[in-house]
């Protein structure tokens, strides 16, 4: 890293106490002893030594205590990021793989990948993939309350959203998949032992607004990570399927689950595939379209025992045949072997802090070039050595591709298919500048959650999870403090309004407390719940000014109900309802009469969720009235003729 300016170091201890000392007459004129032994004076002499102490520090950090810094925020060193993407079928193309091949394909992780036409540059699967031929023949949603929601026609056409575990997506809504191979031999095709070890990719597209790239580069999610499970359902038996890789966040975004089919005894021509998430969803998905064997792809190559000969000189180095050094954060950017050295050679930042007899080397990742030692900082190699290093490369930013390309597979003749969207991440190796900057920013605008502001802001702006509301409860200064700090967070409300089951689950509160947790100061809990909602239903009776349409005027009663009872801020302008607020009798009546084309109340009654009348619907300091539309009434009656009552 590049080291600070030398002469940042230019106050001492001495110099820091006499600006102290010339500021207090200004700021403190009271204050008249400014001998040692008074406490303010030893209190400003404590500071200027730790602030000595800190610009030395600063200017003297060596270059792994700034990287071991840097990490304790979360920015780490990396190479060249590939462009990564999903190629599906083109059902415009009738020559494609998908409608004409018989028999399943393994597709080897190093098979190239390219768009029609274009040689360069080069992609590769993600994985060792398992492409069988089939369709869909039936894709449906089967909710915990006993529906089924048929979803194939919806997903066949695609670019309409739909809901692949229903509204709430609990642990026990599930999503059916019915897939037909074309093969007769099945999923795994003749050779069943070839597709061991490789990974059947079932693609997703989501309808849910992209997030801001918080995860690493490649953004998958492990297996272990995932909440979904997997099931193969084949005529009366059920197979648990492990999910191997999952790039979609659990359904939330685009990407694709990857499937072991290891376990599987026979070749089955028909099969069912469930999803089911045993702890339920943050959020529930939103999909346009979910297809089987679609290919992952990532552009790069990997290089393997690349052969370098040493000379035998002191401080000898080379430089990587290949440009593009490639490695996530956290890994070792090249494997390095010395033929016939038993013992492994490391890298290091610097070889000057290694002694002779070190097996060390340095590595250059912005250039590729390797150096090794020269005796006195580092072991020479000696002469006629054989150097094997094996490697990743890409092209970075030269690998995005624009949507809707049409791209060729080796080993399928023609175009294989499309890619519905871009193929997108490719972007060069972070210099180190970047990372300080990045760093700086991630100081600033993901510090540590201090403050009731700090703490509803940072909720709101979690990607994915569609957090609308939220706020901090009040401390009561009467009871005992326990540590723990309560953040009330509101979920999104769809545009027809207040659901009829609360929308937040405990699944999502979840995850907002597991996202925002490691931000608070420690010795401080968070926890995050639900508003505690009062129930409420209304029961009017009214009737219309001459020549109103009943029927309208219950229209514009019931819509400003709604907006005056909302939760959640709307696009129509009205303010939510602040927390510990209650609705009185009074405020739905007056609210009623100032409906347009309202001439009269006859009749109103305010009841809680017990169906009792009363006259105050009250609601705790941190909980909201809920308007029950469903169970709400409101009958208009014609006005007589000859004038409104």
Known sequence: MKPLAPDLFQRRFQDLVAIGHARIPALAPDWTDHN??????MLMELLAWVAEMQLYSLSRQRRDERAAYARLLGVSLSGTRAARGLIWSDPANPNSPSLKFTESVVVPADTVINVVNDATPTFRPTHKLL??????????????????????STNQRG?????????????????????????????LGKNPRDAKGAWWAIGVRSAMPAAPLVDPPDGAVLCSHSPLTASLLVDDERLPLE??????????????????????????QECTIELRAPRGFPQPPQLLRIEPSVIPIEQGKSIQEEQQIANGMPDWSFTLGEPGLKFKSGEPPVRLVVEGDDNAWDRRD??????????????????GVITFGNGVNGKILAESSSVLVSYAVCDGAEGNVARNRQWTVFGFEGAFGVNIDPVAGGAAASALLDERREARR??????????????????????????????????????????????????????SGEPEEIPETGRWLDAIRNRLRARMPLGTRLSVVAPDYVAFSVRATLQAELGRDPAVVQQEVEKTLNARLTL???????????PGAPVTFRDIAAWIKLTAGVAAVVDLRLLNSSGQTVNEIKVTPSGLPRYDASSSTTDVARSPQGGAA
């Not at 610097?350 to 250039?367: A, F, K, M, N, Q």
Request: net charge negative; proline share 8%.
């Open 36 to 41: 040692a032994h008074d406490p303010g004076i």
């Open 131 to 152: 492409w069988i031929p089939g369709q869909i023949s039936k894709l449906e949603a089967r909710l915990a309350d006993g529906s089924v929601v048929d979803l194939t």
């Open 159 to 187: 670019g309409i959203p739909f809901s692949p575990f229903g509204d709430t997506a609990g642990p026990k809504d599930t999503l059916r998949l019915t897939f037909v191979s074309r093969s007769d031999s099945g999923l």
């Open 243 to 268: 999910i191997m890789y999952d790039s979609t966040g659990g359904l939330l975004k685009t990407g694709a689950l990857l499937l072991s089919l290891d376990n599987l005894s026979g070749s089955p």
């Open 350 to 367: 610097d070889v000057s802090e290694c002694g002779p007899d070190d097996r060390v080397y340095e590595l250059e990742t912005s250039t």
């Open 442 to 495: 991630r100081s600033r605008d993901e510090h540590g959650l201090i403050s009731s502001d700090d703490i509803v802001n940072a909720a709101l702006a979690l990607p994915l999870l569609g957090v609308a509301r939220a706020w901090v409860v009040p401390t009561d200064k009467n009871l005992k403090r326990t540590g723990t700090v309560t953040l009330v967070a509101m979920r999104r409300r769809p545009p």
């Open 568 to 578: 959640v801020a709307a696009n129509d302008g009205n303010p939510p309802r602040e």
